[in-house]
């Protein structure tokens, strides 16, 4: 009785620490939320209080009239173009590197995983003199040839461990039974492997929606700023108001967080089940 | 960012070399369509990532006209000149303080807190959703929201601080040359440290539960059980996670960029911020090319290094 007693307090106790830690990591983005729906009186109130009194909702339409809506559909059109590129390419690569065998595949493997660790600002200035000869400077080009030096080598890597990760039987079999290769990848390979590409597309569409270094540096004029670039500028405004900048903040965040839940439920189901058992 | 992936199965593995074996004894030719398959992306690699590459390493030897572009070879004298100056040097100490201070906090707080969430408690689920959702936020996002959170004029933690009379008076967190890059690493370890507990969670819920029921029978107690049996099999995630969280942070322009861009003073300029700075703010691209080529060289020290410690990853073929 007192052993269950004792494990009782004890799972007492690890809630009431688990939550209290939970809050303190979450009380940025609790404050973040509530400083969105203060008017500019009760963001500088002194003492501040924690939940606005009424939900004021000044800070969003301020936003959404002005720059918003064009930085948004910048970043949409830079993070959806990398994703494209990316994934095609990615899927023709990991299809190659997983269903072939020719010299030189494991090297090539090799060079993904370290491209794949390679940090963004050593390109920096050399993509920044090839953005120039180009003449592609404050272009979506510019920003989605940079983005791929990221998305590219992360989406192969992720793609080529999902492609193996996809049993044979099925593609054997088939292949056995006189089926083309083409027949084969169309219709075989890539509805098995397709939860694989929307979560790569997804994780890399993050990546690019995410990026500040480099459209920071390959945009010149306000109407071409992603997202990133926006905020960060209007943050630096000696005129700045918080309450503004929260209810940006909570913005951008909102369309990742969609991507992840989305994620999350997409990766469950396991299509391969039915595939494998005969 | 730098999110995990999917993971390879061994039965995948294996089919992949047996498939792969089964189209090569129909020929070469497979061998051929395989790697013209991987062509296009050969190609886009060659474009996008190895030309450039080669390219800034070329840069580090020559002087960059301004507004013509035109470039000058100089020899060694970029390097002469950044490594002969106090700037780089100061970079590279501020770039490993910053690497080794973020590293330690983000690991114990990293393991501690996956240790904590492995446990049995009430709302488990929803609790691990919440602890991992500052790797979730976009980095601009998070900046800015501890910008304002450390505010000197009406922040929150200021506020909070001088009423329970830990400060008698509003701390520029971000503004002292002192407290600048203990700031930094803060929020940088606020924003990251869900990242190492993703990756020891992960490995914890597959460590098989009769080692601690066969611990537990020898009457092992629990201080014994974490050194003998969790932290032996946490081994290997931890060097990875270790060597990954080093890279990443050690060139992690962004949150110091968008929180003090590099000051106040040089206080919190790393090496990636001096990069961007010599390149964008002075016009020195010859200069900034040649600090990247001296941080790729830094950086390949880590990777053999790496490489020598354990086994390669990229073995897994």
């Known amino acids: 009785m007192s052993r269950m007693r004792r494990r009782l307090i004890r799972t007492w106790a690890l809630t009431v620490a688990a939550w209290l830690f939970v809050l303190a990591v979450s009380f940025p983005l609790i404050w973040m939320l509530a400083s969105s729906f203060k008017s500019p009186t009760e963001i500088t109130a002194v003492p501040p209080r924690l939940l606005p009194d009424a939900l004021y909702l000044g800070n969003y339409e301020a936003l959404f009239a002005g720059d918003f809506w064009r930085w948004f559909m910048n970043s949409i059109i830079v993070a959806s173009g990398t994703v494209v590129i990316v994934i095609v390419l990615g899927t023709l690569g990991a299809y190659s590197l997983t269903r072939f065998s020719y010299p030189g595949q494991k090297a090539t493997s090799t060079a993904i995983l370290f491209t794949y660790l390679f940090p963004s600002v050593l390109m920096l200035v050399p993509l920044f003199l090839i953005i120039v000869e180009l003449r592609i400077m404050n272009t979506y080009w510019a920003l989605i040839l940079a983005d791929m030096t990221f998305a590219m080598p992360f989406s192969l890597w992720l793609l080529r461990s999902y492609f193996l990760s996809v049993p044979l039987q099925v593609e054997e079999a088939a292949m056995v039974d006189g089926a083309s290769r083409f027949a084969c990848f169309f219709q075989i390979v890539l509805p098995q492997v397709m939860p694989g590409i929307i979560s790569t597309g997804i994780f890399a569409f993050i990546l690019a929606w995410d990026d500040y270094l480099f459209a920071s540096v390959f945009t010149t004029t306000a109407e071409m700023k992603t997202l990133p670039v926006g905020i960060a500028r209007y943050a630096n405004e000696l005129n700045a108001e918080w309450g503004i900048l929260m209810a940006a903040s909570v913005s951008v965040t909102v369309p990742v967080l969609v991507l992840f839940a989305f994620l999350q439920r997409r990766l469950l189901p396991d299509l391969n089940a039915g595939a494998v058992k005969a | ?317």
Request: proline share 4%; net charge positive.
């Open chain 2, 1 to 317: 960012m730098d999110a995990g992936g999917g993971s390879t199965s061994v039965r995948g593995n294996r089919g992949a070399g047996r498939l792969a074996r089964f189209w090569a004894r129909r020929g070469n030719r497979t061998a051929v369509v395989g790697a013209l398959l991987l062509l296009p992306v050969v190609a886009a690699f060659i474009l996008v990532i190895a030309g450039p590459l080669a390219r800034g390493v070329i840069l580090g030897f020559y002087r960059v006209q301004q507004i013509t572009m035109n470039t000058r070879f100089v020899g060694l004298g970029n390097f002469e000149r950044v490594l002969g100056g106090t700037q780089f040097w100061n970079a590279l100490w501020i770039t490993l303080q910053y690497t080794v201070g973020g590293l330690v906090l983000q690991m114990v707080l990293g393991v501690g807190v996956a240790l904590l969430l492995n446990q049995h408690f009430h709302g488990r689920a929803l609790a691990r959703s919440l602890a991992i959702f500052p790797y979730l936020l976009p980095i601009v996002v998070a900046t800015t929201v501890w910008k304002w959170l450390l505010n000197p004029n009406y922040g929150i933690f200021n506020t909070m601080l001088t009423d329970v009379g830990l400060i008698s008076q509003p701390i520029g967190w971000f503004s002292e040359p002192d407290l600048a890059l203990g700031s930094v690493i803060l929020v940088s370890t606020w924003r990251v440290f869900p990242f190492v507990v993703i990756a020891i969670l992960g490995r914890l819920q597959n460590i098989p539960r009769q080692l601690y029921d066969a611990a537990a029978t020898d009457g092992a107690s629990a201080w014994s059980q974490f050194w003998d049996i969790t932290l032996p099999q946490l081994r290997s995630v931890l060097i990875i996670t270790v060597f990954l969280r080093f890279i990443w942070d050690f060139n992690d322009f962004n949150t110091i960029a968008l929180l003090t861009g590099g000051g106040p003073a040089e206080a919190t300029l790393t090496l990636p911020v001096l990069i961007y700075q010599l390149g964008f703010g002075q016009h020195q691209l010859g200069l900034a090319a040649a600090v990247a080529d001296l941080t790729l060289i830094l950086l390949s020290v880590l990777f053999v290094l790496y490489f020598w410690m354990t086994k390669p990853l990229g073995d897994q073929r």
